[in-house]
């Protein structure tokens, strides 16, 4: 590590050996060497972060990533309830990663055919994300493996949006005005934005370095200081407000994208001698499709269904009881599905999934 | 109420084991076999959850100083899934010895699994004493064996007519909301679910000139007689398929916590891993038993010993892989028509499988043996694949079963096609072996079994040396050995650092320093230079030994102890 330039003061930062730089100090969180192993909080309380223990992306081995993919409770408790809630049909996650920015990258592909498994899923999801990107303003973080946010699209099959809360706003000096001015792109990342921010603001949530005596390192110089703890993270309290303005407003037009799903009174040509073909048109008249074929490919959604019940003097000459419209009915379009049924009496039709909602129709033959 | 219940199981029980042995007392021991065992069992046909139930009960109330039997969960209907330890406690605690682990089953449809693993912890039990190869086992090493991991379906294959590789637990199929709404059907009520045919002069089916019960398919200029539906069944819910959403559907051996993949990459891999009643139950039993360093799953079929990874991204460490292709390979010869392979390379992709969590999490070393060979039927390689050609298996049916395995084609009524005929061959034949050689499949297997154990380390303190520096100060050297083939962890265990370091601690003087010496005839030792009085190390390889000197102020008495999570604890005082 390194210690900041004269601009940042006493923000660490990571020496990069690319850019020719060399460390000047070990970095290490506040504490001693109890076990007397010779290693400094090698065995601290915890745990497991349950963004890293979801099995999308997840990398065995690592600290807090425990012993095997859901290991943590919480997870097996949001992934049951998930599952048994087929009506989910998109989540959203505060996280650091903003996915509003650039999209799902769909990587699976099927194995028998070459082409994405999921267009469907990503022709949506991208046209939807753009539209939204605006009140996602937060910039994000490359997405964590094992994170809750891939989870849900790749392995609970789900429409997974995700964004910050919050960050630190940009303080803006002298030197980067001319930077803008020159059109030069500042590489502010979070913790350089957190530090900016409270230097400036809440000083007091970084403290100054300061050189100790410590047990493990008798011979060479220890400082303590620093981000106080979780300061970097949480925001002032006087921003809580926009915050969940900002938020409300996301979700809003989150919960209206959903599909919503219509089928007016259906088309019945009377083909002689009793004989009636019934033709059902099935409307999506909002704005993401009616499941995801990922949500099919881990059977967590289901598809639009069309329940036909003749009545008693009636069969059906062309047609299923059940009738699955596999494909998801994407938003704006419309599918349409005939019956040749015979004998006069009351059809009833119901249509619909979980995650699209249900019509029903009395249809007199 | 319950104790006067108890009792009277028990007096019965009691009863029963003296009448098996007044029958069994003139009888000559065959060779191989335990004599005059406490429990008789009889190892020609397959028990349900409540006969394995029985047997293990009876096995532990027969054996109660040599085995411990506790439930380790239950399953998705709330059947035990029964764990029987068996080892013996006066030479230690079953958690301090290196251990065996044997499962059985986890695909329901793979029946003769479970009888395996009861028959070897039946023939651990009554050969102890009569067998000093047994007894060094039992004495030295710990057995946990789990006979039954999807005890539901098990019992379902037993008294219903159906056949399944899934759970229980219910799962929607076809997206329809229903829950298993399609089964198969039992058209004709004879218990099986076999195949369909319809009388056709369309159909590219006809009969087996040898043999008439057999469908075979019409070669492209021939007239066909009949067309075949493989599946005994009729469209349940009106959506114009047949038998589409049955038990389950899942795989078990696809919900494991290494390598993972969803549904669509992975069939069967369910909602998460360890979603199961059953593989969490197995799952946290193992995490909570670090002792274990080898490992047996009994699955059929096809004369298989498979070993990970179950993937080409995954990987075996070298060193390891080294102790797999020696048994291995140990085991083609113990089990003829078997074969040695490697799972994605030489049989196909498993994402989500147990053995390989067990390698990669746990730096366990297991292995799959695909029960029942068609090498068996006339004991040569016989055409046909994994379960060899239908031709062999009618062959064998008419010379040696007599027919036992057909199912005679019977006409019935089909609500979709008419008149068909249903019949075939019986689903207990094919995958699983017929009675004359269950017993055989039982003890080879086993025997591999106990082969793998037999190689589990032995750790013993083989040297002692003191040697007086002057100043109250003394040199203590001890030589450390493991006289068996394995190794007290495997490569991959080190290398991730799965369970904690093996150590060797000295007690009873003040240590000044220590560390580990190549060799004894060394005079410089790589000191430790935090805690020494307790020395870390990675591992004590297989048929190795470590050094360990130490500089110490105190005279002794002195305690050594060698304490490894996988190899066992060994402690020995020493006086001068």
Known sequence: MDRGDNKLGGLMIKADPKKGQAGKYKLLFEGKDDDGDGKVNEDPVGGINVNMNGTNEYKPYETYGGVHPFAAKELIALADFLFERPNILSVFTFNYHNNFDKGWKIKYKGRRSKGNMFSTDSAAYNALASDLKPLAKYPGEKLNNGSIAGWAFYDAGRFSFSAPAWTYPEVKDSTE???????????????????????????????????????????????????????????????????????????????????????????????????FRVTLTIKNEGTLPTHTEVGRGVKALQPVLIKTKPAKSQTIASGNEITFIQDPITGGSAVTKT?????????????????????ELNVQL | MRKNYLLVVTLILTQFVFAQNELTESALKAIGAPNKPKVDVSWNRYYD??????????????????STLESIGKSNEGKDLWCLTITNPETGNHNEKPAFYIDASIHANEIQAVEVAMYTAWYLLESYDQNKFIKELVDRLTFYIVPFQSPDSRDIFIH??????????????????????????????DGFISQMRVKSSTGRWKTHPDYPHLMVRCEPDETGEYEVFWREGIDNDGDGEINEDGDGYYDPNRNWGWYWRPHYVQYGADRYPFSLPETRAIGNFLKSHPNVLASQSYHNAGGMILRGPGTKEDDVYRDDEQLFDFVGKTGEDILPGYDYMITYKDLYTVYGGETDWQYKSLGIMPYVNELWTSFNMFRKESEGGFFGSRETMYK????LLFGDALIEWE???HPKYGKVEVGGMKKTFGRMPPSFLLEEECHRNMAFTLFQASLLPMISIEDFEKKFLGNGLYEITVVIFNQKTLPTKLAVDVEHKLTRPDWIRLKGATVISGGVKDSEYETDFDEQKHNPEKITIDRIDGNSTVVVSWIVSGSGPYAIEVNSVK?????????Q
Do not use: C, M
């Open chain 2, 49 to 66: 959850w409540k006969g394995v139930t029985e047997i293990i009960q009876k096995l532990n109330n027969a054996y109660p100083e040599l």
């Open chain 2, 396 to 399: 064998f049916d008419k010379y």
């Open chain 1, 177 to 275: 005005e001319k930077n803008k001015k020159n059109k030069k792109k500042t590489d502010d990342n979070r913790e350089t934005l957190a530090y900016k921010w409270i230097v400036k603001n809440t000083p007091g949530n970084y403290l100054e370095w300061k050189e100790i005596k410590h047990p493990d390192f008798p011979n060479q110089k220890v400082e303590v200081g620093g981000f106080v703890p979780f300061a970097k993270n949480n925001p002032p309290e006087d921003s809580l407000t926009i915050i969940s303005k900002n938020a409300n407003k996301l979700l809003f037009r989150l919960y209206k994208s959903l599909p919503l799903l219509k089928v007016p009174e259906p088309l019945v040509e009377d083909l002689g001698n009793d004989v």
């Open chain 2, 160 to 189: 219903e007519a159906r056949s399944n590789r899934s759970g229980t637990v219910a799962r929607d199929d076809d997206g329809d909301g229903l829950i298993n709404e399609d089964f198969p059907d039992d058209l004709n009520n």
């Open chain 1, 339 to 359: 019956f040749v049924i015979v004998g006069k009496g009351r059809v009833v039709f119901n249509v619909g999934s979980p995650s699209a909602g249900y019509n």
């Open chain 2, 567 to 575: 190899g066992g604890k060994v402690e020995k005082t020493f006086k």
């Open chain 2, 411 to 413: 006409e019935v009524d």
